[in-house]
């Protein structure tokens, strides 16, 4: 599976984004999906995942409430919708794809990883 993730940019305090992961293959509906971020200095971290159906949604404390993953299996394409964003929100994103029907939290579980796209927020 490869995964090619867009959408990143340049955004204003409180401003959104929408950030999308095309995946490779005939069998992505068959993957759970998940995002995760890494900002200067600091470690990559989950935001959020979904599993094969896009039913089950489970995001990190920090960005619940103004972040919605999404999945369209069709178009073998997974979203994060970001509102309210932050500056502490700048980091590049990830995507990845987990062979298995439910997602996980644990970045290590993941199998496949997209290239990533940048995000800043400015103050």
């Known amino acids: 599976v490869q995964l090619q993730a867009s959408g990143g940019g340049l955004v204003q305090n409180g401003g959104s984004l929408k950030l999308s992961c095309v995946a490779s293959?005939?069998?992505?509906?068959?993957?759970?999906m998940g995002w995760s971020r890494q900002a200067p200095g600091k470690e990559r971290e989950f935001v959020a995942h979904v599993d094969w159906s896009g039913s089950l949604a489970s995001y990190a404390d920090n960005v619940k409430g103004r972040f919605s993953i999404s999945r369209d299996n069709p178009k073998n394409t997974v979203y994060l919708q970001m509102n309210s964003l932050k500056p502490e929100d700048t980091a590049v994103y990830y995507c990845a794809a987990r062979n298995a029907l439910r997602a996980s939290t644990d970045l290590l579980d993941y199998d496949y990883w997209g290239q990533g796209t940048k995000v800043t927020v400015s103050s």
């Open positions: 293959g005939r069998t992505f509906s068959t993957y759970a």
